[in-house]
Nanobody, 127 residues
Framework: QVRLMESGGGSVQSGGSLRLSCAVSGFTTGRYCMGWFRQRPGKEREGIANIDHDDHTIYAESVKGRFTISKDNAKNTVLLTMNNLQPEDTAIYYC?????????????????????WGQGTQVTVST
């Protein structure tokens, strides 16, 4: 079973930066997808960035150019570096993962494709 543990959330002023970290263990294959999702107040959960085992990345338009997803393979960690944060980025941020399978052989930003989830970390951006 894949285990995920997020850290690094907090409060920051508009224009500031934060880096979220997700410690990962338990992948059963060498082909996998790691994603960051967020749920803003009153909104549905949305995928914002992903990275696969070959370091291919996909970003949602809302964060493209401001957020960067990366992996530290030596530490089994996935990072989300968030720059120029705005109040609309206020949300609970979740790390998620799935092994590639016959039913989901690609890396997407679609929540139901992900089988394992972290507990979430709060990010609050004030004006």
């Amino acid at each position: 079973q894949v285990r995920l543990m997020e850290s690094g959330g907090g409060s920051v002023q508009s224009g500031g930066s934060l880096r979220l970290s997700c410690a990962v263990s338990g992948f059963t294959t060498g082909r996998y997808c790691m994603g960051w999702f967020r749920q803003r107040p009153g909104k549905e959960r949305e995928g914002i960035a992903n990275i696969d085992h070959d370091d291919h990345t996909i970003y949602a338009e809302s964060v493209k150019g401001r957020f960067t997803i990366s992996k530290d393979n030596a530490k089994n960690t996935v990072l989300l570096t968030m720059n120029n944060l705005q109040p609309e980025d206020t949300a609970i941020y979740y790390c998620a993962a799935h092994d590639f399978s016959s039913t989901v052989p690609i890396c997407t930003l679609i929540s139901p494709d992900f089988t394992d989830w972290g507990q979430g970390t709060q990010v609050t951006v004030s004006t």
